[in-house]
């Protein structure tokens, strides 16, 4: 396509198509429990969780099941992104109502077929449970995980089918696009990104636009934007969902980007571990290209922009901006002394951008919207949403949007639903191996990049893990050092050769071979570590343990002092007793396989503790929980 | 490029703007200790010793990656940054065998001279060290990996001669090494013996196998010569002990010399009263050879006694 009108006829022709997916969602009452008449259009959700349950295939069963009882006019089945509620997926939601299905498997395709698409009956099993209410059946956008998020960079995922561009630019894609290189300056476009102060979602935070003038003041031949989508955070999926779910959003933000400075080369590093985001980028780049909104003279402008990806092998270092750069030029990644800005001089020497996914992703709605739009949302400091993965010990592991300065209480309790098995909240992990541990007394805290610096961690690249009581806090820490250790890449020698000494020192302390000189050694490691190391991963790697030892101190001095884990976590700090609840059913005896446990039928059972080897086995095995370990 | 001055532990120097701090310390006479850090090589800044506190600026910066600029205030010898040394050098010294006493580098280590000067030492430990891997399959260059600091010095000088790049870093992390080609001995790999890696390295990770046991380096009395083989005029030292001369070996390869095997074999044969067996590589495979093969002049000589141009009573060692 050559011009904008071009554009505007695909999206309003496309948006009839889809638009009763973006209707205005009722609560369905029960006694009317038959479907509209019309159009209804199957979302089936495929993102990696969901896709490695097999929605793939609910999709493909689907589609045959409609067609083959003729329903196929009216019913259409379309694939989605991450819409986030991981914990219950495969996930499926049928437009206009907005009903919502979850843990679908294979066998309840026929039932949805029979009972809702043939009859038009709500098949209640399959309903999300919060999405029962008593009087009535409440939509997808209704549900609590959802009504409390504010969606920006997620905005289409869950809405559009990824691999179709057309979906894209009906929900106003390219528009962005469209009025930069048609209306606007690139100090126009500077300016309005400066303004709105988007904040790198990286982890860092950046201020966007000032980097972007940076690159656009400095003169050069060539000039590049990278994505950066090398997420490596154990526990983090923000970026992997964005591009599933929404490429052309991160493909937008790039050519935005590389008009404002002057770059017409734009490359993703994705981590090759992520095949599906793999995939929908290239179809994604695929399509932007035949429809001429990458590649030569867009929109018949004098602005050219080309995207290529670029794998990376797995090394989370990788996900250092130079290391990155390191990579993609063809070398071992390992990060390079920051002599000059990345800015002036990054990719093969050029000025070079790179922002996070998730960064991109905002920038055509800014835009599009304007920065007071922007500002409107979140706090002063940090404007707009951050995509967070929540994980670990919380009822609805998933991925959530909400503004900046939302409490950590929102997103753990009201989004996040709180702790499973009525277990005790005990502290969340966030920004992973560069992050911190904060306590519960916390939990008010808002999140946005000031407040969580302040206590000792970082916003990070948004990945949250939830602690509940039975999480051992040096286990933890010993638990992301374990990661950095694996994952550093040698080359400057406090991050080589200090986190494997403070690594030891964990593994000392959690199997309860501590000292008190163990803990001094920690902290003065850790100092050398923070203040020597050469890159950014090395210099907040010995965060998990400094923020662990400033909230959970009697922790650790409880291992040390007392070769005892509070949180009952530590193997080899635990030792197995039978209690008295014990009803002799030698059920413990015969599942113990170093023979350990003693005792007649029907009478109480003891375990050898020196002979004990701590597998669990008869705990699991006890069928009146008498076993217990302390 | 205009000048700029910068006070370094309240002395003021002025230099270009764009010098790095390192050197603008090393005209006032500071010398800031560093083991990765080699103005002929791409700057790493992996070592992290040459830190340095500077005005202005929360986090202590490597004085080899940083740039001056006028009005700049350096300290080289605060108590941070002695502080920040001495655990570097500490971690390096719990991952190193001490082996300071019969270690061919004693003398000349950069890692003893800082531990000297920091006051640093070994000490016991459980913790993990590096494995004990040693490559003896070169007649020309012993490396001993349990030495090595892994500062990259030996990588970088042999990628800068474009047909060489042997060297590389494998693995990642604690494990990390560096390996000839894809991990091969030096014997199978494309390794040419050039002995780049072996002037660059700064401990006893890389050393000339043809030194070993000829003395000790405050032993000997040193004369420098050029390399007669070729324009490029490579460097050599001439050992000698006991007024005799017992070794040649390569200097630094600066100024685009790129040092080679055979310029080294030919200053080892015209200065030594005894030079050593010369071997040469085949097919992956070294061979003791002749004088004659080593230096490539067997033509030349056949001639020549084909010539009768040089007396018959010559005896050289081929």
Same mark, same amino acid.
């Given at each position: 396509?050559?011009?904008?009108?071009?554009?505007?006829?695909?999206? %309003?022709?496309?948006?009839?198509?889809?638009?009763?997916?973006?209707?205005?969602?009722?609560?369905?009452?029960?006694?009317?429990?038959?479907?509209?008449?019309?159009?209804?259009?199957?979302?089936?959700?495929?993102?990696?969780?969901?896709?490695?349950?097999?929605?793939?295939?609910?999709?493909?069963?689907?589609?045959?099941?409609?067609?083959?009882?003729?329903?196929?006019?009216?019913?259409?089945?379309?694939?989605?992104?991450?819409?986030?509620? =991981?914990?219950?997926?495969?996930?499926?939601?049928?437009?206009?109502?907005?009903?919502?299905?979850?843990?679908?498997?294979?066998?309840?395709?026929?039932?949805?077929?029979?009972?809702?698409?043939?009859?038009?009956?709500?098949?209640?099993?399959?309903?999300?449970?919060?999405?029962?209410?008593?009087?009535?059946?409440?939509?997808?956008?209704?549900?609590?995980?959802?009504?409390?998020?504010?969606?920006?960079?997620? #905005?289409? =995922?869950?809405?559009?089918?990824?691999?179709?561009?057309?979906?894209?630019?009906?929900?106003?894609?390219?528009?962005?696009?469209?009025?930069?290189?048609?209306?606007?300056?690139?100090?126009?476009?500077?300016?309005?990104?400066?303004? $709105?102060?988007?904040?790198?979602?990286?982890?860092?935070?950046?201020?966007?636009?000032?980097?972007? %003038?940076?690159?656009?003041?400095?003169?050069?031949?060539?000039?590049?934007?990278?994505?950066?989508?090398?997420?490596?955070?154990?526990?983090?999926?923000?970026?992997?969902?964005?591009?599933?779910?929404?490429?052309?959003?991160?493909?937008?933000?790039?050519?935005?980007?590389?008009?404002?400075?002057?770059?017409?080369?734009?490359?993703?590093?994705?981590?090759?571990?992520?095949?599906?985001?793999?995939?929908?980028? *290239?179809?994604?780049?695929?399509?932007?290209?035949?429809?001429?909104?990458?590649?030569?003279?867009?929109?018949?402008?004098?602005?050219?922009?080309?995207?290529?990806?670029?794998?990376?092998?797995?090394?989370?270092?990788?996900?250092?901006?130079?290391?990155?750069?390191? $990579?993609?030029?063809?070398?071992?990644?390992?990060?390079?002394?920051?002599?000059?800005?990345?800015?002036?001089?990054?990719?093969?020497?050029?000025?070079?951008?790179?922002?996070?996914?998730?960064?991109?992703?905002?920038?055509?709605?800014?835009?599009?919207?304007?920065?007071?739009?922007?500002?409107?949302?979140?706090?002063?400091?940090?404007?707009?949403?951050?995509?967070?993965?929540?994980?670990?010990?919380?009822?609805?592991?998933?991925?959530? /949007?909400?503004?900046?300065?939302?409490?950590?209480?929102?997103?753990?309790?009201?989004?996040?639903?709180?702790?499973?098995?009525?277990?005790?909240?005990?502290?969340?992990?966030?920004?992973?191996?560069?992050?911190?541990?904060?306590?519960?007394?916390?939990?008010?805290?808002?999140?946005?990049?000031?407040?969580?610096?302040?206590?000792?961690?970082?916003?990070?690249?948004?990945?949250?893990?939830?602690?509940?009581?039975?999480?051992?806090?040096?286990?933890?820490?010993?638990?992301?050092?374990?990661?950095?250790?694996?994952?550093?890449?040698?080359?400057?020698?406090?991050?080589?050769?200090?986190?494997?000494?403070?690594?030891?020192?964990? /593994?000392?302390?959690?199997?309860? %071979?501590?000292?008190?000189?163990?803990?001094?050694?920690?902290?003065?490691?850790? %100092?050398?570590?923070?203040?020597? $190391?050469?890159?950014?991963?090395? *210099?907040?790697?010995?965060?998990?343990?400094?923020?662990?030892?400033?909230?959970?101190?009697?922790?650790?001095?409880?291992?040390?002092?007392?070769?005892?884990?509070?949180?009952?976590?530590?193997?080899?700090?635990? *030792?197995?007793?039978?209690?008295?609840?014990?009803?002799?059913?030698?059920?413990?005896?015969?599942?113990?396989?170093?023979?350990?446990?003693?005792?007649?039928? #029907?009478?109480?059972?003891?375990?050898?503790?020196?002979?004990?080897?701590?597998?669990?086995?008869?705990?699991?095995?006890?069928?009146?929980?008498?076993?217990?370990?302390? | 490029?205009?000048?700029?001055?910068?006070?370094?532990?309240? @002395?003021?120097?002025?230099?270009?703007?764009?010098?790095?701090?390192?050197?603008?310390?090393?005209?006032?006479?500071?010398?800031?200790?560093? !083991?990765?850090?080699?103005?002929?090589?791409?700057?790493?800044?992996?070592? @992290? !010793?040459?830190?340095?506190?500077?005005?202005?600026?929360?986090?202590?910066?490597?004085?080899?990656?940083?740039?001056?600029?006028?009005?700049?205030?350096?300290?080289?010898?605060?108590?941070?940054?002695?502080?920040?040394?001495?655990?570097?050098?500490?971690?390096?010294?719990?991952?190193?065998?001490?082996?300071?006493?019969?270690?061919?580098?004693?003398?000349?280590?950069?890692?003893?001279?800082?531990?000297?000067?920091?006051?640093?030492?070994? @000490?016991?430990?459980?913790?993990?060290?590096?494995?004990?891997?040693?490559?003896?399959?070169?007649?020309?260059?012993?490396?001993?990996?349990?030495?090595?600091?892994?500062?990259?010095?030996?990588?970088?000088?042999?990628?800068?001669?474009?047909?060489?790049?042997?060297?590389?870093?494998?693995?990642?992390?604690?494990?990390?090494?560096?390996?000839?080609?894809?991990?091969?001995?030096?014997?199978?790999?494309?390794?040419?013996?050039?002995?780049?890696?072996?002037?660059?390295?700064?401990?006893?990770?890389?050393?000339?196998?043809?030194?070993?046991?000829?003395?000790?380096?405050?032993?000997?009395?040193?004369?420098?010569?050029?390399?007669?083989?070729?324009?490029?005029?490579?460097?050599?030292?001439?050992?000698?002990?006991?007024?005799?001369?017992?070794?040649?070996?390569?200097?630094?390869?600066?100024?685009?010399?790129?040092?080679?095997?055979?310029?080294?074999?030919?200053?080892?044969?015209?200065?030594?009263?005894?030079?050593?067996?010369?071997?040469?590589?085949?097919?992956?495979?070294?061979?003791?050879?002749?004088?004659?093969?080593?230096?490539?002049?067997?033509?030349?000589?056949?001639?020549?006694?084909?010539?009768?141009?040089?007396?018959?009573?010559?005896?050289?060692?081929?």
């Amino acid at each position: 396509m050559k011009t904008v009108k071009e554009l505007n006829n695909i999206k %309003e022709k496309v948006l009839e198509r889809i638009e009763l997916r973006k209707r205005e969602q009722k609560d369905i009452s029960l006694d009317s429990r038959n479907m509209q008449e019309g159009m209804t259009h199957v979302l089936v959700y495929g993102g990696t969780g969901c896709h490695s349950s097999n929605s793939h295939k609910i999709i493909e069963l689907l589609e045959e099941k409609v067609k083959e009882n003729g329903l196929d006019e009216h019913i259409k089945i379309s694939l989605t992104g991450c819409f986030g509620l =991981c914990a219950a997926g495969p996930n499926i939601v049928i437009y206009p109502e907005g009903i919502f299905y979850s843990h679908v498997k294979l066998e309840d395709v026929d039932e949805i077929v029979e009972e809702h698409f043939k009859n038009g009956r709500i098949v209640e099993r399959l309903l999300y449970e919060e999405a029962k209410a008593e009087d009535c059946i409440k939509p997808v956008n209704e549900v609590n995980f959802y009504k409390k998020q504010t969606r920006i960079a997620l #905005k289409n =995922c869950g809405v559009i089918n990824p691999e179709d561009i057309d979906e894209y630019i009906a929900c106003d894609g390219y528009q962005a696009l469209a009025k930069v290189i048609t209306e606007m300056t690139q100090q126009e476009v500077i300016d309005v990104m400066k303004d $709105s102060n988007l904040r790198g979602r990286g982890g860092a935070g950046f201020p966007t636009g000032r980097k972007w %003038e940076t690159a656009f003041k400095y003169d050069a031949d060539k000039k590049y934007v990278i994505c950066n989508a090398d997420e490596g955070d154990p526990g983090a999926f923000m970026d992997r969902s964005i591009l599933e779910g929404d490429p052309h959003s991160v493909l937008e933000g790039m050519a935005i980007c590389g008009y404002a400075i002057g770059a017409d080369q734009g490359y993703i590093y994705v981590r090759a571990e992520y095949p599906i985001a793999v995939q929908r980028l *290239q179809i994604a780049i695929n399509q932007a290209k035949e429809k001429g909104l990458l590649g030569k003279n867009i929109l018949g402008t004098d602005f050219s922009f080309d995207i290529e990806l670029r794998l990376g092998a797995g090394a989370f270092v990788c996900g250092e901006g130079t290391a990155l750069m390191e $990579s993609i030029e063809g070398r071992r990644g390992m990060p390079r002394p920051k002599i000059e800005r990345t800015a002036h001089k990054g990719l093969w020497g050029k000025p070079t951008i790179i922002n996070n996914v998730e960064t991109f992703a905002n920038v055509g709605q800014i835009i599009l919207k304007g920065a007071d739009w922007f500002k409107s949302i979140g706090t002063e400091d940090s404007p707009g949403t951050k995509v967070f993965a929540l994980g670990g010990k919380v009822n609805h592991t998933g991925l959530v /949007e909400v503004p900046m300065g939302a409490t950590l209480r929102d997103i753990v309790f009201d989004i996040g639903g709180g702790i499973p098995n009525g277990r005790k909240y005990k502290a969340v992990q966030t920004g992973g191996p560069s992050g911190g541990c904060i306590p519960a007394e916390y939990l008010d805290t808002p999140v946005d990049f000031a407040s969580l610096a302040k206590i000792g961690s970082i916003m990070g690249s948004g990945g949250i893990i939830v602690l509940d009581e039975t999480d051992c806090m040096v286990d933890i820490a010993r638990f992301y050092l374990d990661f950095t250790v694996a994952e550093s890449c040698g080359k400057c020698v406090p991050c080589r050769e200090g986190t494997k000494r403070m690594l030891e020192i964990l /593994e000392r302390i959690t199997n309860g %071979e501590g000292t008190p000189e163990d803990l001094d050694r920690l902290e003065s490691l850790a %100092e050398t570590i923070t203040s020597a $190391s050469l890159c950014g991963l090395g *210099q907040t790697a010995a965060n998990p343990v400094i923020s662990t030892l400033k909230y959970f101190r009697e922790e650790y001095e409880a291992h040390v002092y007392e070769k005892r884990c509070p949180a009952g976590a530590c193997q080899a700090l635990l *030792q197995y007793f039978i209690t008295d609840k014990c009803i002799g059913c030698t059920k413990c005896a015969r599942n113990c396989p170093v023979s350990a446990i003693s005792g007649k039928v #029907k009478e109480r059972h003891v375990i050898d503790t020196e002979t004990c080897i701590k597998c669990g086995a008869c705990m699991e095995a006890c069928p009146v929980g008498a076993i217990i370990k302390k | 490029m205009a000048n700029v001055t910068v006070t370094i532990d309240s @002395r003021k120097v002025t230099v270009p703007s764009g010098t790095f701090v390192i050197e603008a310390a090393k005209k006032v006479g500071i010398e800031i200790p560093a !083991l990765c850090y080699d103005p002929n090589l791409e700057v790493v800044g992996a070592c @992290r !010793l040459c830190l340095v506190e500077i005005e202005g600026s929360r986090k202590l910066q490597t004085a080899c990656s940083t740039k001056v600029w006028d009005g700049m205030v350096v300290y080289t010898q605060s108590e941070r940054v002695i502080n920040a040394r001495k655990e570097i050098l500490q971690l390096l010294l719990d991952n190193h065998p001490n082996d300071c006493l019969t270690c061919q580098k004693a003398g000349e280590c950069l890692l003893q001279k800082y531990a000297y000067e920091y006051d640093v030492k070994f @000490r016991e430990h459980n913790g993990a060290r590096r494995p004990a891997l040693m490559d003896t399959s070169s007649p020309y260059i012993l490396k001993d990996d349990s030495k090595c600091i892994l500062c990259g010095k030996c990588v970088r000088t042999c990628a800068q001669v474009a047909d060489r790049q042997v060297l590389t870093f494998a693995n990642r992390g604690f494990d990390t090494r560096i390996v000839a080609d894809s991990n091969f001995t030096l014997e199978e790999s494309s390794c040419v013996s050039c002995n780049r890696c072996v002037t660059v390295c700064p401990v006893g990770a890389l050393v000339d196998k043809r030194l070993l046991g000829k003395g000790r380096v405050w032993e000997y009395e040193i004369k420098e010569t050029k390399c007669k083989v070729c324009d490029y005029g490579c460097n050599f030292e001439i050992l000698s002990k006991d007024g005799k001369n017992v070794a040649v070996r390569a200097k630094a390869p600066s100024n685009g010399r790129p040092l080679c095997l055979k310029g080294r074999l030919t200053t080892e044969f015209i200065y030594l009263d005894e030079p050593y067996t010369p071997y040469k590589k085949e097919n992956g495979k070294f061979k003791e050879t002749t004088w004659k093969e080593a230096l490539g002049i067997e033509d030349i000589i056949e001639k020549l006694l084909d010539k009768e141009e040089i007396s018959t009573g010559v005896e050289y060692n081929g």
